[in-house]
């Protein structure tokens, strides 16, 4: 057999071959979906331009939310596949319903980018309430995931300002943001703060509804006023709130038959005030006191009842 034919031969078994491994060889396995999240956690907060003004405020005499009607929180939205951050492979709706209220959400739906292991929604709820819960679930049709934040308060009213404001040395800061100028049957008790040495870097100052199962009278508001006043007051030389009731919820009655209710805890429960010992003095085992020797009516007949205290605080007048 000649040199030519052998290459020729040898070729053709070469094509052959490879042509048997093109037909035999097995396709190449197609890549696995992704895992889908199995979980979803949403968590309410306070929002970070609030928290950065009070960062030098104790962390016990903060609230996990700090908010009020009309007033930003925020919203933390997480996907989990048991605890590992996980994501969808394409963009994600989450709708976004409050509890039970009188108010509304102002953002109700957001949409989770594909790849993204959640989002962070800037939130606000339009009525004070004692206890918003926000639920998140997922636009999926076939097993939706859903999750709850934990109940946290919306405030009427909420201010931040400087610790050394004029309005809290002078006296005149109230818990409605205008100095408590107006107590009405419709807004019937209001908090006017008076620190003559003002608190050490930025405060809060809130009005709220009082939660149910509370010694308030009803309808009261509680004055709620977060602060770092450490070595600022003395028993003897304390900061002061008076609690302004008006007439149709507080009555006729003499100043020492109505008691404040008081917590120096953001979540606390209120528990009634003790009389303090004497006018403008906090007793030895005492934080708070009621000042019922400076406590009077005013000429329109409202309560004015003052309670001295060291430290920061949520008030209001029991029932």
């Keep these: ?28 396995a197609e890549a696995a979906p992704p895992p889908t999240p199995t979980s979803m956690t949403v968590v309410a907060q306070t929002d970070p331009a609030i928290a950065a003004q009070l960062a030098g405020v104790p962390s016990q005499a903060l609230p996990s939310v700090l908010t009020a009607a009309g007033k930003p929180f925020q919203l933390v939205i997480a996907l989990w596949i048991g605890s590992t951050p ?6 994600m709706t989450v709708n976004l ?9 102002s953002v109700t739906q957001i949409v989770i980018p594909a ?35 934990g109940a946290f308060p919306v405030e009427k009213n909420l201010a931040v300002f400087s610790g050394q404001s004029s309005s ?24 006017i703060l008076s620190l003559p040495k003002g608190a050490n870097g930025s405060v809060a100052l809130s009005l709220g509804l009082c939660p149910a199962g509370q010694p308030c009278s009803k309808g009261a508001l509680v004055t709620q006023f ?33 008691s404040a209710v008081w917590s120096q805890s953001a979540t606390g429960a209120l528990a009634v005030v003790q009389p303090c010992p004497s006018k403008g003095v906090i007793g030895a085992s005492q934080n708070f006191c ?10 329109a007949g409202d309560l004015l009842l003052v309670v001295l205290f ?7 007048v029991g029932g």
Excluded at 116 to 140: D, I, N, P, R, W
Excluded at 310 to 316: I, P, S
């Design 1 to 28: 057999m000649s040199v030519h034919l052998r290459r020729v031969i040898r070729s053709l078994i070469a094509v052959a071959a490879l042509t048997l491994a093109c037909v035999v060889a097995p396709a190449a």
């Design 86 to 91: 996980a994501s969808y492979s394409t963009a």
């Design 97 to 105: 319903t409050a509890s039970t209220g009188p108010g509304q959400l």
């Design 115 to 149: 790849g993204a292991t959640g989002a962070t929604v800037s939130e606000s709820y339009s009525a004070a309430t004692t206890s918003l819960q926000v639920t998140a679930t997922t636009g999926t049709k076939k097993a939706p995931l859903i999750a709850t934040t």
């Design 168 to 191: 809290l040395t002078g006296g005149t800061a109230g818990a409605d943001g205008a100095g408590c100028t107006t107590v009405t049957p419709a807004q019937p008790m209001c908090g």
């Design 226 to 258: 977060i602060a770092n006043m450490d070595g600022l007051y003395t028993r003897t030389a304390p900061a002061k709130m008076t609690i302004i009731c008006d007439k149709s919820l507080c009555g006729q009655a003499g100043v020492n038959k109505f």
């Design 290 to 299: 009621t000042d019922y020797v400076q406590s009077t009516r005013d000429n």
């Design 310 to 316: 060291l430290n920061d605080l949520r008030g209001a």
